[in-house]
DNA sequence: GATGAATGAGGGTTCATTCAT
DNA sequence: GATGAATGAACCCTCATTCAT
């Protein structure tokens, strides 16, 4: 016979665990849908790809944009950790930002829902917008201002405005051979570098 | 009794006349609903707008690509007239592939509805898109090659790269003034250019 | 062959004839609706019922408060206009009063989804009772004021009081043998009158 | 290592404490909500304002009607207790009859989701409408026979519609100055007199 | 040809009720 | 016993598209 308390314990932690699952399904199956579907896919897709009622996922995220933010919050937040590691590790401010560029790229890019997410004028994402902006912003404006600071880079551009520059050359759907995010997005920085 | 003919002909070329003019009427309508609501925006709207039936609007326009491309043909039109003109005109390649990209931008970022439609990935617009990059694309090559033989910029980016890729940066909402994608244009085609 | 303006004449006749029918069709079924479910049965069900799609049921009625506002209207009407030739018909106010409080308790019994609309505490309803208020409310207090006046009634109760009251009283379903609101409204009459 | 049986029997009994406790905190979040919400409020916000879960509720009853009944039980009590006391107290039977009504209003009026409930056609209610009508019925009944007995009133009017009438009158929001009950009702009462 | 009424699929949201923990 | 997560039926509403007039 267990101690009741470790019984309880136990219990409570595994009424935690099954709801936690469902969770992450649902933050699966929404990131699966968000690709082939764009973030404006039916929330019943969601559920049914995620094997779960309609109820369940309201419950875990009771607007879109809160699933939106939830799918992306991870790796958003890892975005905006390297921002000053790569200014630190790397030789110069230019170098970091590359890196940074490119790691902000291939987080767009593999996940591109979130680049049609945050283009959408409609209100419904404006919080999914704004943590973007807020969390973001900030570390690339770090990584600008330093290769400014070291010359190596023209003045003139700013945080957001590059942010979104990227965020749109990655929108759309990228199974055409003929167009490269990554190209030209090498070429903006080209274009901001200076001799 | 007048000539069956005669009345034939006035009637045929009365309606032929009516019909053109609601054809007219419907772009024009369409042209301003899309600016404000979108090239998504219901079709109810813009019959209503050019007060006219739904069903006329059907007639025309049996498709809502129809519609888009019928409201932008002119102005792609005349985009693919510019280049080869631009060419003889001015002074260098370079130069006239800058004022082309320039004339393209300004078409986009007015009609930026037009941008989004480029973008959606549903095939409602394959019809349009097509239309648009063939009728653009050899344009812009023309001029990407010509600068390329010069030695004005570096090889390697093709015409549907560059295009869609002003498109995507012309996307979205335009009214933040932190972001105007010329500059970021501007930029890459400073990225484009060799010393 | 018929003078066009008679054919096009006949033809938006005959167009408007099926949207009116259409009309009648829906009010005809929303009531018999309202009287077995209640005036916030579902909306399909009314459609149903008419036998005509949901789309068309919003097309005449888009919000329910609405539909509901028609189905009584024409009641309504009748009941306000009653008023006035009441009390120039009968002996005195008094009768008047009592033979116009029929005719509104008639009203309300036979479609006692009323009672049910007026009462509700929504919003949704809001116009309806605001017309119901507005059209009544002022013949009833003609009446009361006359009777007052004739001092046949004892003053102190207002016309909306006593008009709420009744509809109060003709609310509820009245399949039980035990409980009539007439009776109650006579008594009600009984306990205004002066001796 | 204590004795089984004092465990289980200090376990069950704290229990049954807890059962008790919970039941008595659901009744006064239930009231509480019937007030603001109505009787047909969610069952959830019920649960949630009393700080116990769903299936907590719903062990301790089942049914809404169940809850419904609880919430009500006491004071339907004392108003059956009180029929008889008054009918001894005051001076005739139709002065008993009336101090009865205003406590039977009283009860309606300050718990006024009670006379929505009881006019509420779903069958979800029929158990409370049951309890109530059983309860009372009898009780005011005893009133009318004996103010009809006594000479003071008119006979005809059945208890059951006198009740209904006037739980009838007291339903609907009220706060509504041109709209009180207590008139309503004492003009009933009022015609129900005899000379 | 033009009209716009009718259709109904499609997507969003709430909430009573069940049941695993 | 208590908990509250999960379920899904039932509503609401919009709009693309068809078709009788």
Redesign the interface.
Known sequence: MPPADQAKGASARSKRADAVRNQRTLLDAAAEVFVTS?VDAPIRLIAARAGVGLGTLYRHFPTRADLVTAVYRHQIDACAEAGPRLLAERDSPFDALGAWVELFTDFLVTKHGLADAL?S?SDRFAALHTHFIDRLTPVCAGLLDAAVAAGEIRP???S???M??IG??C???DD?P????R??I???????RL?
Chains 1, 2, 3, 4 share one sequence.
């Open positions: 764009g283009r004028d003139g551009t700013g957001y405005e590059l979104r520059g749109n050359l929108a759309g759907r055409d003929r167009y490269d995010p190209r030209l090498e070429l903006l920085l080209k274009g901001l001799p």
